[in-house]
């Protein structure tokens, strides 16, 4: 059972940047590709960006492309989301999320082990 830990939200203004942590409980090696969605209050939660277990494959969501870049440590058994240019359109609550298959996809049901999320606010 893998246990995800995020950290680094906050409040921030606009065109700022946060970097936004996720730790593992275990090696990383069983969690093969990591993504961050986020959600805002009744929305549902979206995808943001994922990253394959060697780093070589990510994907990203068309409105975070750019700005934002996922990343990962595997020796530190950590994944990273750094956010450049916020915008108040980012403001929501993140999610770090795993599955044990080394393929992205972008639906919240493929994967398996989720964090408790850190809230991101960008205020105008």
């Known amino acids: 059972q893998v246990q995800l830990v995020e950290s680094g939200g906050g409040l921030v203004q606009a065109g700022a940047s946060l970097r936004l942590s996720c730790a593992a409980s275990e090696r990383t090696s069983t969690a093969n590709t990591m993504a961050w969605f986020r959600q805002d209050p009744g929305q549902e939660r979206e995808f943001v960006a994922a990253i394959t277990r060697g780093g070589s494959s990510t994907a990203y969501a068309d409105s975070v492309k750019g700005r934002f870049t996922i990343s990962r440590d595997n020796a530190e058994n950590a994944v990273y989301l750094q956010m450049n240019s916020l915008k108040p359109e980012d403001t929501a609550l993140y999610y770090c999320?795993?599955?044990?298959?080394?393929?992205?996809?972008?639906?919240?049901?493929?994967?398996?082990?989720w964090g408790q999320g850190t809230q991101v606010t960008v205020s105008s």
């Open positions: 999320a795993a599955r044990s298959g080394n393929t992205i996809l972008r639906f919240t049901a493929a994967y398996t082990y």
